[in-house]
């Protein structure tokens, strides 16, 4: 795909979590649910911002009319999460990462940064807001340098997480409250990335950026993006909440593959001379008595009521594929489906599958429909099936625009998005009067120390301590503290030889023996280990054996793997050699690590047994 030729536009937006307390209260980080110690139901209703207007996404979600359950959990919910209880102080760790942040990005902080309330109505906030501060602005030198041109980085937000939803089972949700009020990093770039592959470069980039500053957490969901993604004779669509870094590039192209398909329906609407779709939903109800699908029948039996709506032209438009195993028919459903529908059926389908076509063709008549119209349908319970094909009306209407500006959940096994609400704006902003405004001054910003980078620890572990390139960045994005305290402990010990232990050992184990519990060694049992390796106790090949012992449930134990006097190992060679006399150096080399394992270096051993053969030799 020739991605400038389509005027691909795409910025990325990052979301990162961080540990210690919640942005507005002392409940724990930890995410570890162990206690549910409340459960309570609410609805929530759209009303008007500062500006006097209603945000659409917020009145889309009345519409939805759902019904949220929030379950809290010991240490991790108070009465601030559930807006019974003021916020407290805003946390001073999670403000001076932000302000690092800021500084790192070359970012303009505010001299006054004012907490706002930000409507959020999908539920995923208990209290129908989150709140956030702008912590840095965009200045000229504010931007990251790629291999395709430097990424302007326009804003960084410190908000509050949003709750986690534990399940769905139709028009009801239930959340949990232990994510809600996380502190959270929003990072905004410029549209300014060029192709797929440009915005992993950036990904890779940023995330690397961010995972450098303390508190970051760590993990699945801890990090992700928002792709907002346009192509030229469209809008912008954002795609909320990709994790899988390697795929990155995949939801990209498919949703740019999405907006070229949908021009191209438009394209086909008007050649067809297509100007607007004047008609409505009629209920027909009455023609479906007699079914023969079970499907239906089960709803009718339910009360549930058939709603059919004709789209004049648009015969043949719903096969058709705007994105890898997605065809226009799925897309348009999913409006019913954000109703509380199961779906759809229409024209374009095989109507076999449903016992459908004689009910079909009946539609075809009732509805006065051409051989180039489309028929679909809607059963369900009287007032959602009606919210529902009402929706898909105003969509497929919008196929003459081409295309919508919506907010899209992705599908991370399959990389391809599905329609969420419609996209927000600025009306769902207002100020948060029960926190003061934060000052920032000169002295404060004085103080904002920066984080060495991930890339320049790794550089630094390559000259200072010799280590491998491949080792050195696995330290620099892993444990580079913990690994520098045990270099500078037991300094008789090679680095590369404890870059090792920390990163191999444990795969290697899992890999051998699937019994092994390697979460069951502990980081003082890997301490202890090296410690005896460092005084000489132990030899560099007991250190696998000591530790998978551990593995096995064996405890760390290192009298069987003490070293043995070189005089002692000589003797042992020497007899084992003189008793296996004429075998190959393998066989010899076997027999003696049998007797020596853990004891002495295999390389050390292999010197002794070639000396000793070549004597015999010459003897």
């Known amino acids: 795909m020739d991605y400038e030729k389509i005027g691909f536009v795409c910025g990325l937006e990052f979301h990162q979590e961080l540990s210690g307390r919640k942005l507005f209260c002392n409940c724990s980080t930890d995410l570890a ?26 009145a889309y979600e009345q519409l939805r009319n759902r019904a949220f359950t929030y379950h809290g959990y010991a240490k991790e919910a108070c009465l601030v999460d559930t807006d019974e209880e003021p916020p407290h102080q805003i946390s001073g760790e999670a403000l001076r990462v932000a302000l690092e942040v800021a500084m790192l990005f070359k970012l303009k902080v505010p001299e006054t940064i004012c907490v706002m309330r930000k409507t959020v109505s999908d539920g995923s906030a208990c209290s129908a807001f989150q709140r956030t501060m702008i912590a840095g602005l965009e200045t000229p030198e504010s931007f990251i340098e790629t291999s395709q041109g430097n990424v302007r980085i326009q804003q960084l937000n410190l908000e509050e997480e949003a709750c986690k939803i534990e399940k769905k089972e139709g028009n009801k949700v239930t959340y949990s409250l232990s994510r809600q009020g996380i502190p959270l990093l929003e990072l905004g770039t410029g549209p300014d990335i060029k192709n797929p592959q440009h915005a992993l470069e950036v990904a890779k980039t940023m995330g690397m950026m961010l995972r450098s500053f303390s508190l970051v957490k760590r993990g699945i969901g801890t990090i992700r993006q928002d792709i907002n993604v346009s192509i030229k004779g469209g809008t912008r669509v954002e795609v909320k909440g990709w994790q899988e870094l390697k795929n990155l590039p995949k939801i990209v192209e498919n949703e740019a593959k999405r907006q070229l398909s949908l021009l191209e329906i438009k394209k086909e609407l008007e050649r067809r001379g297509l100007t607007n779709v004047y008609t409505q939903p009629e209920e027909v109800t009455e023609s479906f008595k007699n079914t023969e699908s079970g499907m239906i029948s089960k709803i009718l039996q339910g009360n549930g009521k058939v709603y059919a709506l004709k789209l004049p032209k ?21 409006y019913a489906v954000s109703y509380g529908t199961k779906g759809m059926i229409h024209s374009d389908e095989d109507l076999k599958r449903y016992s459908l076509e004689k009910e079909f063709k009946a539609l075809k008549e009732k509805l006065q429909a051409g051989e180039e119209d489309l028929i679909l349908i809607i059963a369900e319970e009287e007032q959602v099936a009606l919210r529902a094909i009402k929706a898909v009306l105003e969509r497929a209407k919008y196929c003459l625009k081409g295309i919508p500006k919506e907010t899209r959940v992705p599908d991370h096994v399959n990389a391809i998005s599905s329609y969420a609400r419609p996209l927000p704006g600025a009306n769902r902003l207002y100020p948060e009067t029960d926190v003061p405004e934060i000052k920032i001054t000169k002295d404060v910003l004085k103080d904002v120390k920066f984080p060495e980078l991930i890339s320049e620890k790794a550089f630094r572990f390559e000259k200072e301590y010799q280590l491998n390139q491949e080792f050195a960045q696995q330290i620099a994005r892993g444990d580079a503290g913990l690994f520098e305290e045990w270099v500078k402990k037991f300094s008789k010990v090679e680095p590369n030889f404890i870059a090792s232990v920390m990163l191999n050992t444990a795969k290697e184990i899992k890999a051998r023996y699937e019994e092994a519990d390697v979460e069951g060694i502990s980081i003082e049992d890997y301490e202890q280990t090296l410690h005896q390796l460092s005084r000489g106790d132990i030899s560099k090949e007991a250190v696998f054996e000591i530790l998978l012992n551990v593995a096995l449930g064996k405890g760390l134990d290192f009298s069987q793997f003490k070293t043995v006097s070189m005089a002692d190992v000589e003797q042992k060679v020497k007899e084992i050699i003189k008793a296996n006399e004429g075998a190959p150096f393998n066989a010899l080399m076997g027999e003696v690590m049998k007797e020596l394992r853990g004891k002495l270096d295999g390389k050390k051993v292999a010197e002794l047994i070639k000396k000793f053969t070549a004597q015999t030799f010459v003897g």
Not at 44 to 55: I, M
């Open 33 to 58: 649910e162990e206690k549910q110690v409340m459960e309570f139901v609410r609805k929530l209703r759209a009303v008007p911002g500062e500006s006097g207007e209603v945000d659409m996404a917020a």
């Open 314 to 334: 648009f015969s043949g438009m719903l096969k058709k594929e705007v994105c890898a195993g997605k065809t226009f028919g799925k897309e348009l459903a999913e």
